[in-house]
């Protein structure tokens, strides 16, 4: 084979192989990057989950301390105190942070947070109030708390309406073809 007789054909079909190639790597490069921007997002969603529902998660628990205060030991009062007080102290410095950090991340999870955090010191707390003017339980029968004596329910309302701003947060970040209809 003669080289000269293929020169003429060497250089079109070397630009189609070269330009082919640059395309393909284009081609990979921005599906590449699409896929890290999803994966990024993606992570960042699951990391915001996580953290709204842990802030639920210390107020929950919070929430709960009416009924472990009446619930308490009562042949071992002054312990009992310095545990559920130490206990609390943990929770409340956790609802602290929560309370800045859904600000920070959010100002309508942060108001719809703080607003839960108020309703619940004030009926949640005025229960814990209530529970340690009351004897310790001391038997099976007592550790039935009847809504007379702890009534949480007033705390519904504002607990929908966190995990609505919560949702709402959320949805913002989650690309418009995978919302929730």
């Given at each position: 084979?003669?080289?000269?007789a ?39 969603r ?10 639920f998660a ?91 004596k ?14 609505v ?5 959320l ?11």
């Open positions: 084979m003669n080289i000269e293929i020169t003429p054909f060497l250089g079109p079909v070397l630009a189609v192989i070269l330009t082919s190639g640059v395309v393909a790597a284009f081609v990979t490069f921005i599906q590449n990057r699409w896929l890290e921007n999803h994966r990024s997002q993606e992570a960042e699951t990391r915001l989950r996580q953290s709204f529902a842990e802030a210390s107020y929950a628990a919070y929430k709960e301390f009416p009924y472990a205060i009446r619930r308490r030991r009562y042949d071992q009062e002054s312990e009992e105190r310095a545990r559920l007080s130490a206990e609390l102290n943990a929770i409340q410095s956790k609802l602290s942070y929560y309370r800045a950090w859904t600000q920070f991340e959010s100002p309508a999870v942060g108001k719809a947070y703080a607003d839960l955090l108020s309703e619940m010191r004030k009926i949640a707390g005025g229960a814990m109030h209530n529970a340690w003017e009351q004897p310790p339980s001391q038997n099976d029968q007592e550790m039935n708390i009847p809504s007379e702890v009534d949480l329910r007033p705390l519904s309302t504002h607990e929908d309406n966190y995990i701003a919560v949702t709402a947060r949805d913002e970040l989650t690309p418009r073809r995978l919302r929730r209809k």
